[in-house]
């Protein structure tokens, strides 16, 4: 079983950053894409950042120039660096894992448990 430890959340100044762990931990499993989302108190879950296996990434919009999605394939951890936190920011941040399997074609998905960011003013 495939499980998502998220590690790094806290509380930070605006204008600070933190750096967003998540590891894989359970069965070896190479993600074809691996993503963070983050939910607001009474607003939607919406992405944040994703990677591919080749490295490709996209940002959110309100995170672009600020955010930087990273990754260890051989680790399977995802990294997420957030610079230059914003009033906008705080969050809940979920680690996302996509798998891709064959024979029959299927999509996998494992989520992280949550990591709080707080951001200070």
């Known amino acids: 079983q495939v499980q998502l430890v998220e590690s790094g959340g806290g509380m930070v100044q605006a204008g600070g950053s933190l750096r967003l762990s998540c590891a894989a931990s359970g069965s070896i499993v190479v993600f074809n894409a691996m993503t963070w989302y983050r939910q607001a108190p009474g607003k939607q879950r919406e992405m944040v950042a994703v990677i591919t296996r080749d490295s490709r990434t996209n940002y959110a919009d309100s995170v672009k120039g600020r955010f930087t999605i990273s990754r260890d394939n051989a680790k399977n951890t995802v990294y997420l660096q957030m610079n230059s936190l914003k009033s906008e920011d705080p969050a809940v941040y979920y680690c996302?894992?996509?798998?891709?399997?064959?024979?029959?074609?299927?999509?996998?998905?494992?989520w992280g448990q949550g990591a709080q960011v707080t951001v200070s003013s």
């Open positions: 996302n894992a996509r798998r891709i399997t064959s024979g029959p074609v299927q999509l996998v998905d494992y």
